[in-house]
């Protein structure tokens, strides 16, 4: 007698219904519906594909580019990326490309464009760019001979999707925001707890959070090793795409109700297999903060009070949307900085530095002392706009705390924007409430 199938997870339906081929073995070839691109990684693809007399795209208009990482050039070497790859969208008629003036960070200006959508499969040659799971998309970062590949002929190979299930029960405590969740997540798993799995988010506190909140989780699913991180698509996610999909956009769907139905096909079904399931009440969390140079390596920020910084930086992938920047600036408005500390912002896109322009919140940075500067990526990754000395250390609101990765010999301790900004107040690590 035939067994009954079991249900599927998400990443089971995306890939099943992209599925292309299976040339040998568990590899699954998949169709994509984009393939991001910026100035650090593509240019080496590009260069490849032309020396290979293949200077082709698969179809223009999924192909989205931006100079995000090095903005603007700091040196002859970033100029020349950025050249390789504006002057390869000019070639090839890339018409969603963001210069310098219309750039942001990729994984906050992508999906504010509207250019990730549920069901998607998407690349990029960025380890980040599991973020875009947040709106039920499978999207992996990738090397350059998979980018290659996407870029040309618009398909890329993936193994099967293994999904580990995190229930995220009970709800937040004021002052407690969806970096200290995916902080206590990573503590729990460990660094190579999900490694080349998806990370699957469910619960009430997921279903609370905005969609920036949502990005901020799926965004470190790298940090525990996920090849993707995945929230289920819902009516916070039909609001946020709504101007894209609805009648005075694409006119995709006439309706919420309508787009919600559609985008509910997507979900999990309920009798779908896991490999694992982690169960974590976060009625009990409590802001946190990174130790060390592992993200795994999380305490209670109580517990590293008194700890001097040298700088504080609030932005990047992780927390520079406007969701962060109202955070940090409840904190410091009406407040100044420490004077030992170097405080930058950097909004993600030009639309979150222009909405914070529009709401007061860049005002209040520059009154509390805080340097602020256009969208861009480089502090993150220790390139520009915030590079740490030896022996420095540094309040972050970014994803990665390894050793020099701001700066040779910096030491970084991840946190929420909140808490950064607690911290600039301070001088040292601190939480919000805490503050006189």
């Not at 973020?131 to 992996?140: D, E, L, P, R, S």
């Not at 039909?238 to 006119?251: A, M, Q, R, S, T």
Request: proline share 4%; aromatic share 8%.
């Amino acid at each position: 007698m035939e067994q009954k199938r079991t249900g599927r997870t998400l990443a089971e339906k995306i890939f099943e219904s992209h599925l292309v081929d299976k040339p040998f073995g568990e590899a699954w070839v998949l169709r994509l519906d984009a393939v991001f691109c910026h100035e650090i990684t593509t240019p080496v693809a590009i260069n490849d594909l032309v020396s290979k007399d293949m200077d082709r795209v698969f179809d223009p208009a999924k192909i989205k580019a931006v100079i995000d990482h090095v903005t603007p050039a700091k040196d002859s070497k970033t100029a020349l990326q950025g050249k390789i790859l504006r002057d390869w969208a000019r070639r090839h008629g890339i018409k969603d490309f963001f210069d310098i003036g219309r750039n942001g960070v990729c994984h906050a200006l992508f999906p504010e464009k509207g250019f990730v959508r549920p069901g998607y499969t998407i690349i990029m040659g960025d380890s980040h760019t599991c973020t875009h799971g947040a709106f039920g998309a499978f999207a992996a970062g990738v090397g350059t001979t998979d980018l290659e590949v996407g870029i040309l002929k618009g398909v890329c190979a993936f193994k099967p999707p293994v999904t580990m299930r995190i229930n995220l029960e009970g709800h937040l405590k004021g002052g407690v925001t969806a970096k200290d969740v995916i902080l206590a997540v990573i503590a729990k798993i460990g660094v190579s707890g999900a490694t080349d799995k998806v990370m699957e988010f469910r619960g009430p506190v997921v279903d609370s959070l905005s969609m920036e909140g949502r990005m901020t989780l799926c965004n470190m699913a790298i940090e525990a090793g996920g090849t993707s991180g995945v929230c289920m698509p819902d009516m916070t996610t039909v609001n946020y795409l709504w101007p894209f999909i609805g009648p005075d956009g694409e006119g995709q769907f006439a309706t919420k109700e309508a787009a919600l139905a559609a985008y509910k096909a997507w979900w999990s079904d309920e009798d779908a297999h896991y490999e694992s399931i982690i169960n974590l009440d976060c009625s009990t969390l409590e802001p946190v903060a990174t130790i060390g140079y592992k993200p795994d390596q999380v305490r209670p920020i109580a517990e590293l009070q008194g700890t001097k910084v040298d700088q504080v930086y609030i932005g990047s992938c992780t927390n520079g949307r406007i969701e962060d920047l109202r955070e940090a600036a409840a904190v410091l408005k009406g407040r100044k900085i420490a004077d030992s500390v170097r405080g930058i912002l950097s909004p993600a896109t030009p639309e979150v530095y222009a909405q914070a322009l529009k709401e007061g919140l860049i005002q209040i940075f520059m009154d509390a002392g805080f340097c602020v500067t256009n969208p861009t990526c480089g502090a993150c990754l220790g390139m520009s706009n915030g590079v740490l000395a030896e022996g420095e250390v540094c309040a972050s609101t970014t994803n990665r705390n390894f050793y020099g990765r701001m700066g040779k010999g910096g030491m970084v301790h991840l946190m929420s924007p909140a808490s950064a900004a607690a911290t600039a107040i301070k001088g040292y690590i601190t939480k919000a409430e805490d503050l006189d």
